[in-house]
């Protein structure tokens, strides 16, 4: 927190939403459906791709806020399973923007102490893609500032079926598949990255209301931001109101709110007619 507000001179507009951000509730885990790359260059009457390039602009951008916010972990969607679909030149295309974009950011990222790992299917990816990848990650495994990890190829149903199948692979070599039981603990322990927090914040960019399929067991309590902006406008001020609407929610994860006095006492009965059925 205190490197962002050093980061932002007086008058800055920036400003005033950052010394508005309670440093004590910040989320530990923000997650981001990057959408809105296409209709940003069908505005502008430009190839699809160049909305991808500039959406890079804001990976950055969002990278850095959050690493000088200290925040411990951004979980980016990347590439979905389902964005296979898409003509072959747009998927070639996001392959080379990552690859450049994992080159062109390595010695910032590990300046900054950041961790970058990828989520997903990654077997599946092209070599060249999957050898850069596991070039940052053992570069900057050792970091211990924010953890950011790149959804690739990741679908979140594939991401459980996977755990499951981890879990059952475990006991059958250790030779206790007939005690095998699963709960969830023994999902979450086996997803892809086990030891980051779930997200406490998941922001979706374009304005659709959807998830997805994006981080589905992990975001059982997150609560969600949706914006208009499309992903190449998402800047500072858009990350920053995000997360000062964040810090207006009231989390309750089921429960009351904190303080909530018990309005029930212990005698109180159900009385039939107090309960109006509608019939319509
Ligand atoms: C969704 O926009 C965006 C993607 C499928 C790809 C996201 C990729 C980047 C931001 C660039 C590369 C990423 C990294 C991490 C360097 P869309 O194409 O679905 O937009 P639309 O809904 O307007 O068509």
């Not at 997650?31 to 260059?41: C, K, L, Q």
């Not at 699963?182 to 779930?198: F, K």
């Amino acid at each position: 927190m205190k490197a962002l507000l050093e980061s932002l001179k007086p008058g800055d507009t920036d400003l005033e939403l950052a010394q508005s951000l309670d440093p004590d509730r910040l989320p530990r885990h923000v997650a981001i459906i990057m959408d809105g790359n296409g209709r940003w260059a069908k505005k502008r009457n430009l190839p699809r791709i160049a909305g991808h390039k500039a959406g890079v602009g804001s990976v950055r951008t969002t990278v850095e806020v959050c690493a000088q916010l200290g925040i411990e972990a951004l979980t980016l969607y990347a590439f979905s399973a389902e964005n296979w679909k898409r003509p072959r030149t747009e998927v070639d295309m996001l392959w080379r923007l990552l690859r450049f974009y994992l080159r062109k950011e390595l010695s910032d990222l590990d300046r900054n102490g950041i961790r970058l790992q990828a989520l997903g299917r990654i077997d599946a990816l092209p070599e060249r893609v999957r050898d850069e990848l596991a070039y940052v990650q053992e570069a900057t495994s050792g970091n211990g500032g924010l953890r950011l990890n790149l959804a690739i190829n990741y679908s979140g149903r594939a991401e459980i079926v996977d755990a499951v199948n981890a879990a059952i692979d475990r006991v059958r070599l250790e030779g206790n598949l007939g005690s095998l039981r699963i709960d969830e603990e023994t999902i979450s322990a086996n997803l892809y990255s086990p030891a980051l927090p779930d997200p406490d914040l998941l922001i979706r960019t374009s304005g659709e209301m959807r998830i997805s399929n994006f981080l589905l067991w992990e975001i059982a309590y997150a609560e969600l931001f949706v914006t208009e902006t499309l992903w190449p406008d998402f800047n500072r001020t858009e990350l920053l109101t995000a997360l000062v609407d964040y810090q207006r929610r009231d989390r309750r994860f089921g429960g009351l709110s904190a303080g909530e006095p018990e309005t029930f006492t212990p005698d109180d009965e159900i009385d039939a007619e107090e309960i109006v059925v509608s019939s319509q």
